[in-house]
């Protein structure tokens, strides 16, 4: 092994010489790294012995209904297997009683006597492609680490979250994934950080497979495509998709400000409800574009590529002075967890009184985390501080589990006249509130 040979090299060598020869020994270790995913296949390998009875195939329907409780039962293996003689079958045993006939009794004993079976010793050979991914990696990784059992998947990708202590055997992880789960899965990734980009895009590293991104999911009877690399997707929130479309009724209009692929917009269509659907990331809007075409739903979606604050206002703009049909958006949905709860500024005094005359406000769906024991009032307090009021009849569904300290809510609120009107501020000042104090409510 590489690794041993390192670390001897390095104790004959000065200080000096080993930062000299820091450049090879990282390249050595991460060839033996490498190297340490080539599976050694053989020591998967052992042979089983068992009684078999062999009998006429003719009989075989009959041994597996009547010697159902002696039948081999391990995972993975049959029963009834074939012989080298055309009409012949071996019905495998789990018994190594080699006198269990002498206990046959009833239908069991009639049907032994009938079919004079041959009873033999029979060896089934074990190896590398009987074992799943998790008794694998319990034979291939010390028994301090924990083997990892769960992992997402999007389309043929599977996406882990690996530990520290994952860390030395990812490549062998991600090997043993391809080799236990190909076609189905044909690439492994590990997250190598935390989201830190505004397009909610991860950082990952290829472990083992294809280094192909591009996946197709079918969810909530839609099939969407997307860039895996470059787009924010998360199959754990399939369910929320569907509770909140079906929230939908056909007479609203949904102004979705962070879309992203569609997962809200493209069942909606299908739903025949009218979605303007935006996305700042240009990879997410250009995936968003194809799958309203691919699920035939561009009556129904648009797409829009913009920051989300001026996404509302190009909205309200064109409530005011666009063309027929005006956007008039009844439902808001703002699935941007991490900073969605800031973007409630942009509604404070952005509708025009005399445009929605007669209408109602609309009813936003606000995505959040929170860590607090009060959700509710954590972000209605969260929400007052974007929009100068705290929205009025507000409530909360929790989402899921994030992390043991942190979950994920939907806060959800119509907008009333005192924070969508302008001209709510202006009523206030009349009413005889000092300025200074108007002010500083505002800041």
Known sequence: SFLPFIFSLSLYLSPRRTLKFLPLFLSLLTLALKM??????????STLKVLALKVQSKYCSRFTKTFKPLLLNKKRMQSIVSTETDGEKLVLLSTDDKAFADKLEGPAKELYEEAKPAVLEHEISIGYDYYNVEEVLKKLLPE?????????????????????????????IGQVIVDKLSPRIRTVVNKTGTIQNEFRVFPMELLAGQPNYIAEVRQNGCMFKLDYSKVYWNTRLEQEHLRMVRSFSKDDVVCDMFGGIGPFAVPAGKRKVKVYANDLNPSSFEWLDENVKKNRVEKHVECFNMDGRD????????CKDGPEPKPFFTKVVMNLPASAVEFLDVFRGAFDRQVWAGRQLPVVHCYAFSREEDPLKDLVERAAKAMGKPPQGATVFDVRDVSPQKRMYCLNFRLTDDIAFPD?????????????????TDE
């Open 36 to 45: 340490a995913a080539v599976i050694d296949k053989e020591m998967f390998k």
């Open 144 to 172: 301090s680490v924990e083997v990892p059992t769960s992992f997402e998947t999007v389309g043929h990708i599977a996406h882990l979250n690996l530990r520290d202590e994952h860390l030395p055997y990812k490549e062998l």
């Open 311 to 318: 996404f509302v206002r190009e909205l309200l703009k064109k």
């Open 424 to 440: 709510s501020d202006e009523k206030e000042e009349d009413s005889g509130e000092p300025a200074a104090k108007k002010a500083k």
